[in-house]
């Protein structure tokens, strides 16, 4: 049972383009939200988070939005970059007692084309 | 220098046989963890560790077992293979606080015939 899904499974962009990544999740509960990115061959890596009492966090090129309503996140890259293609995992938790656990979503696999 | 090291890089097991995946980390991180990655399931959680000598199930720990004899080494054991571990696998570690980054490994491919 997948508590995060993601959306699209994959996405082709143009450089210079602005790339939109959305999640939706089930548990109320989840209180943090990051958005982790993975080149070919490594390993994920943290991108961006935001908790859920913010709506919106932005760092340079990467703004993640979240809408607790509606149980939804998203992620956006202006100016997308052939640099910029990887596969993105948005992620959830909430307060496990130490755990620290994370639900990820499928994943998204983008390429920007130059 | 890598913080999370894995090894080996790949491997190639026989059904039924034993394989063991190793982790070493030099965060100092309390908490560590074992992800498979499957196209269209994304990371999931198959043990974790808060410490020395702790391990406890994740959301899909059917088939593995999990060993941590120190701090900075954390280990995924799949006793008897079966070809449906075949799989790439994400060792992780955070210092356990709620909204803590994980820091991953590199990953293993494991190939299991």
């Known amino acids: 049972q997948q508590q995060v899904r993601q959306s699209p499974q994959s996405l082709t962009v143009w450089e210079g383009g602005t790339t939109v990544l959305t999640c939706s999740y089930e548990?109320?509960?989840?209180?943090?939200f990051p958005w982790y990115q993975q080149f070919p061959g490594e390993g994920p890596a943290l991108l961006i988070s935001?908790?859920?009492?913010?709506d919106k966090k932005e760092d340079g090129r990467f703004t993640t939005f979240f809408n607790k309503r509606e149980k939804k996140l998203s992620l956006h890259i202006i100016d997308s970059q052939p640099g910029d293609s990887a596969t993105y995992f948005c992620a959830a938790s909430g307060n496990q007692g130490g755990s620290a656990k994370l639900i990820f979503g499928e994943g998204t696999k983008l390429t920007v084309s130059s | 220098e890598a913080a999370v090291t894995q090894s080996p890089r790949n491997k190639v097991a026989v059904t039924g046989g034993k394989v063991t995946l190793s982790c070493n980390q030099t965060n100092n991180h309390n908490n560590m963890y074992w992800y498979r990655q499957d196209t269209g399931h994304g990371l999931r959680l198959i043990h974790y560790s808060y410490g020395a000598g702790s391990t406890e199930k994740g959301d899909i720990p059917d088939g593995y077992k999990a060993s941590r004899p120190s701090q900075e080494n954390f280990s995924l054991i799949l006793e008897l293979a079966t070809p449906s571990q075949t799989s790439v696998y994400f060792c992780a570690s955070g210092r356990g606080a709620n909204q803590d980054t994980q820091y991953f490994g590199p990953g293993t491919r494991l190939l299991v015939l």
């Open positions: 935001i908790l859920s009492v913010s």
């Open positions: 548990d109320s509960t989840f209180n943090y």
